[in-house]
C-alpha cells in the first residue's frame, strides 16, 4: 500500500519535476540526506557542511556564480556575505566522481545515445519569500559534472534547464539508493540483529524489543541484494554505471557507513540543516524528530524497567558481550576478525549510554528506513520526475528537452517494478507488538507508547501535512506513525 493514497498528497506529476518541487524532493523526496549547506570551514575542529573554498575549485571559473546568487536574493549580498549568513546550501556527490558506464540493456535504438552517470554540483539559496515572511530554499545553479571544466545552467536555460535539473535526480536517486538506503541501513544494520541473537538470551529484555525491530532484516539483504546488485540485474538495467559502479559505490561507502549516522540530529547539525529559520520547510527533519522522541521516551521508560542504577548496565555480562563483538575497538575476535561497526564504543557504563544505543538501533532500522524506502513508491515509480537514465537523440537539437531524453518503455517497466518491490510492502507496524511480550509491565508500556503514537502523534502530524498541501507544498506522508515499520522488511 502506498501511504500517499490514505495521506494528504500532492498527487500532480507533472508538477513534480517543476522548480518549487524539484527543490523540495531534496528535503521530502527520496532521499533529504545528501542537502548541505555550504560554510567556510578555516580550521574549525567540527566543521559543518561543504567547505566552500574546495568547493569553489570544482566550480566553472567562466559561469558568474557570484551574479547568480545576488539575483536569487535580491539584495546585493556577496556569495561569501550569504555562506557567512548561512543561506547557501549545495549538494554534491562525491562517490558518483567518474562512474564507470556499462553497455545499456534495456534500449538498442540506434537514435539514442545513453549518458555517463555524471556527479552535478546544485546549488541553491535560502532567500526571503515576501509573500510567507519565511526563507524558502530556491535553485540557483546546477553544474551538469564536478570538473570545472562543465556546463552550467540557471533556470533561465528553459531545455537545457531541464535536462540539468533530471541529471540531479538521476544522481540523486542512485547515491540514495546504493549509498543511504543500501550501505548505511542494511548493510550497517545486519550486524547488530545477527550478533544479537547470539549474545543476547531471548528472555534478556532487550533482546525482548530489539527481535522485533530485527525481524527478517537477513531476507532483504541475503535474497534482494544480489538481485539488485547481481550481473543482468536492476542495476545493470536501470543505470549507465551498472552492477560495476554499484560495487564500487558500495565499497566507497563502507567507510562512511559507521555509528555516527545513527544519530539523527548530530547529522543535521553536521550538514548545516537543523536551522529552522533559514529552513523551516523540511518535513524530514521535523517529522523525524517527532518520532525519535517518542522513541527516546520509550527507550528510557524500558530501561528504566530492568536496570535500577549504572551499575546494572556494568553488570549486564550479555549486553557487554553484545558491543564488544560488534565493535571496531572491541577485543572480540572471530574467524581473525573484529567488530564490524566503527565508532560503536565496546562497552558502556550508564543508563544514558544504554538508552542512546537502543534508541539509535531501533530508529535507524525504523524511522531511517521508511526514509529511505518508502518514497520511492511515489517519486521514483514516474520515470519523467526520476529516470533512471538520460539520452542524447537524433531527433533532437542540442539543448532541446523532450521525452526522448528520458529512458524507454523498457526501462520504465523495470524501474516501476524496482520501486514497487521495494516500497509497497510493510509487515508491521512500529511498537505494535506489546502483545508479545511476556512482562507485563512491558506490555503495558509499549501498548501504551502505541496508542500514543497512533491517537496523539499520528493526527497532529497528518494535520501538519494536511496544511502543507494547502500552502501547496510536498507532504511527507513516509513518518506517520501507521506508516513506519518497526524494521527492515524490503
Known sequence: MRASQYEPFITDKKEWISDKYFTQQRLAGVNPMSLRRVTFHGASEEPIGLDWDKLKELLNPNFDWETAVQKVLGNGDSIAEAII????????????????????????????????TLSPIALFVSAPDFLTKQNKLVPVAIQMDYTPDSVVFTPEDEGNWMMAKLNVQVTDLAYAQIVEHLAKVHFLMEPFCVILRRTLSPRHPLYQILQHHCRDVLIPNTIGAPVLVGEGEYMDQLFAFGTVGTNRLLNDAHPLSTWNVTDFRKELKKRGVDDKDLLPYFPYRDDGEKILEVIENLVKEYVDLYYYDNQDVKNDKEFCNYLNELSTDGTFFFHGRIGKIQGLPPKISTKEE?????????????????????????????????????YNDTRLKEGEFSVLRLPNRNTSVVEASFSNSLALYRFDTLFDYGNNLEDIKAVNLINEYYSYLMYNVQPKMQEVNEERKERGDLTYPYLIPRWIPNGIQT
Do not use: F
Open 354 to 390: 544504554l538508552c542512546d544505543i537502543v534508541t539509535r538501533i531501533i530508529s535507524q532500522l525504523s524511522l531511517q528506513h521508511a526514509t529511505v524506502n518508502y518514497p520511492l513508491s511515489d517519486y521514483a515509480e514516474y520515470t519523467p520526475n526520476l529516470p533512471t537514465k538520460l
Open 85 to 116: 549568513q548561512g543561506r547557501v546550501y549545495a549538494l554534491r556527490y562525491e562517490l558518483c566522481d567518474d562512474l564507470p558506464r556499462e553497455p545499456d540493456l534495456t534500449d538498442s535504438d540506434p537514435r539514442r545515445t545513453m549518458w555517463d
